[in-house]
């Protein structure tokens, strides 16, 4: 049985679109989020009011999966925000911060696939809850989607080092 979203449900809902379409529109123009770009201030700023509004939402009348990984997408913003000016970490720090922001736009999704699936189609929705296979391998699929592109992302960024350097 589906249960009705509400108004902060809703614009919830709404808010944590920001990030998913500066996040993808990042990945594909710059092969990353970059915070430096106006994209990438989108997304940072999309993805710290989604986890705020998330706060107000919970099925289970308290703090829930849902808001951990909500904390746990902001702690790894501050790293992949910090991880630049860690001068030890040389030339891993490009790649580093990298994986921090992909692995953001990864958690971001987490609650959002269960979400969709167990509210969508609003009449009949594909998935009864969290546990329901469907959900289950959708999120295994986003888990193989998050390490191919992280290594993806890796290669793009050898090129592009190893291409500055013959300039």
């Known amino acids: 049985m589906t249960h009705p979203l509400s108004a902060l449900g809703a614009g919830h809902t709404l ?3 920001v990030p998913v ?7 594909a123009r710059y092969g990353g989020i970059e915070a430096g ?3 990438g201030r989108i997304y940072l700023t999309g993805i710290l ?12 009348g308290g703090f ?3 808001h951990a990984l909500g904390i746990l997408a902001l702690l790894t913003l501050a790293v992949a925000l910090t991880i630049p000016h860690v001068h030890r970490l040389g030339r891993a720090r490009r790649y580093l911060s990298q994986l921090a922001y992909t692995f953001s736009f990864f958690l971001l999704l ?27 391998a959708a999120l295994a ?3 193989v989607i998050f390490v191919l592109g992280a290594l993806v992302q890796g290669c793009w960024i050898r090129v592009r080092r190893a291409r500055t350097q013959l300039i």
Do not use: C, H, K, Q
């Not at 009011?49 to 289970?60: A, E, N, P, Q, R």
């Not at 959002?112 to 929705?125: D, F, Q, S």
């Open 110 to 136: 987490v609650p959002g696939i269960n979400e969709t699936l167990t509210r969508l189609p609003v009449a009949r929705p594909l998935a009864s809850g969290p546990d329901a296979t469907i959900v289950r």
């Open 21 to 27: 379409i500066f996040g993808i529109y990042s990945f």
């Open 64 to 66: 829930n999966a849902g």
């Open 37 to 39: 770009t106006r994209s």
């Open 15 to 17: 808010i944590s679109i």
């Open 141 to 143: 699929a986003w888990v």
């Open 49 to 60: 009011m989604s986890v705020l509004t998330s706060f107000g939402l919970s099925s289970t």
